[in-house]
């Protein structure tokens, strides 16, 4: 059994892992996720207009809010493959639904990797048919290994709690560290959980977890054209079904929140050769867009995420940011945290560079706060370095 210590599956899911050799031999690169019963199902997608043909027939089967399975590889993202990539992905939706005996509709597919190569369903299509045949409750932790692509390590979290007297368990899976970016989700993310509850209500709840948790991270402010979360959810906790009106819905949304929240930290940690996790944090901003706004500035400036690659605690590269930024900004109002050493007080040095230049060489997450005082709102957004190992990653990446 692969199960991490104390986490919990919920319950009525099996997994299964196959080796296709989609990209390169020696891993696993397929994974299915099935439920044994009918699980009422959500989904939130990239919004870049160029869309892999499985994103395209998910978004199309997520209208019906039900789901049996999910089958995912890593190595090729299907996108840009024209109609025998959208064929493919079917075809893999088909074997599947096969496989298992259940209606085909019911099948999710999800797909990442290099974009424009066709599938090799000549390797696929068995391995999947085999993957089928020998699904085990202890594969979660492999499902994530099997996802992965440049990831460095598998990203996977789990909780359980009381519905009405009921345990209820939430477990995810999840890739991403490089062409991460909001609006959607920035990667590939499925979750499961034996909570009893309808499609509307696991959209709201979904939706609303993604944008606190996925859409507030970036790495290199590119929006993937897979970008794909699915919930399942199968009921077999046995809890009354959950009303958005009712105290078990805001209990049910905490934590999922700390599942989806635990998953970005991950991913955002895991930044395509990244060395530091930083929180950016901008508060007292007249409006929570100029606080995001703000906060995604900073995060995304090539300059200041350089900055903290090399220890060099730069706080004229963060002003400047602000200041092309848009937002509702006074100059001499200006505070800066690194931690809690404060570099910048009303616009201008405090004259702890130094002190602040130890704490980054000396940390592995970083928090950034900077106050506009100008209001009352605040945004976080968290974010990585930027690192020369980066640009071999991707420089080397369809080789």
Not at 55 to 76: F, Q, T
Not at 149 to 165: C, E, H, I, N, Q
Not at 283 to 302: C, H, M, N, Q, V
Request: charged share 25%; proline share 3%; glycine share 10%.
């Amino acid at each position: 059994m692969n199960i991490p210590k104390g986490m919990k599956i919920p319950r009525g899911f099996s997994f299964g892992i196959a080796e296709a050799a989609i990209k390169k031999p020696g891993r696993p690169d397929l994974a299915l996720i099935y439920s044994h019963e009918d699980a009422a199902a959500a989904g939130v997608f990239t919004t870049n207009r160029i869309k892999g043909a499985p994103v395209k027939l998910d978004i199309e089967r997520i209208k019906g809010g039900k789901a049996r399975a999910i089958v995912v590889n890593s190595g090729n993202a299907n996108v840009c493959t024209g109609r025998k990539g959208m064929s493919d992905a079917r075809e893999m939706a088909r074997i599947t639904a096969r496989q298992l005996g259940i209606d085909e509709q019911t099948v999710f597919v999800a797909s990442t990797g290099v974009i424009g190569t066709p599938m090799p369903m000549e390797r696929v299509r068995p391995k999947i048919a085999a993957m089928a045949g020998a699904l085990n409750s202890g594969f979660f932790e492999d499902v994530a290994r099997a996802i992965m692509t440049t990831d460095t390590f598998p990203k996977y979290a789990a909780r359980s709690f009381k519905l009405d007297g009921r345990e209820v368990r939430i477990a995810a899976v999840a890739k991403g560290s490089g062409m991460i970016h909001p609006n959607m989700a920035t990667m590939l993310c499925f979750i499961i959980t034996d909570v009893k509850a309808g499609k509307s209500v696991l959209d709201r709840a979904l939706r609303d977890s993604a944008d606190k948790s996925f859409n507030r991270i970036t790495v290199d402010g590119d929006t993937s054209t897979s970008d794909t979360v699915l919930l399942m959810a199968n009921g077999l906790a046995g809890n009354p079904p959950l009303a958005r009106s009712s105290g078990q819905y805001a209990l049910f949304c905490r934590h999922l929140d700390a599942v989806t929240m635990e998953l970005a930290r991950m991913v955002a940690r895991d930044g395509e050769g990244a060395t530091k996790l930083i929180e950016v944090h901008v508060k007292g901003a007249r409006t929570k867009k100029d606080a995001l706004r703000g906060a995604f500035t900073i995060a995304e400036s090539p300059l200041v995420k350089t900055a903290f690659f090399g220890n060099d605690a730069n706080w004229g590269r963060i002003m400047a940011a602000l200041g092309r930024s848009g937002i509702g900004i006074e100059e001499e109002k200006v505070d800066i945290y690194m931690g809690k050493i404060k570099i910048v007080g009303k616009g201008q040095t405090k004259g702890k560079d130094a002190e602040a230049g130890k704490l980054l060489r000396e940390s592995r997450e970083i928090s950034l706060l900077v106050d506009l005082n100008l209001g009352r709102e605040s945004e976080k957004v968290l974010t990585c370095d930027l690192t020369d190992e980066y640009i071999r990653i991707n420089a080397e990446y369809r080789t």
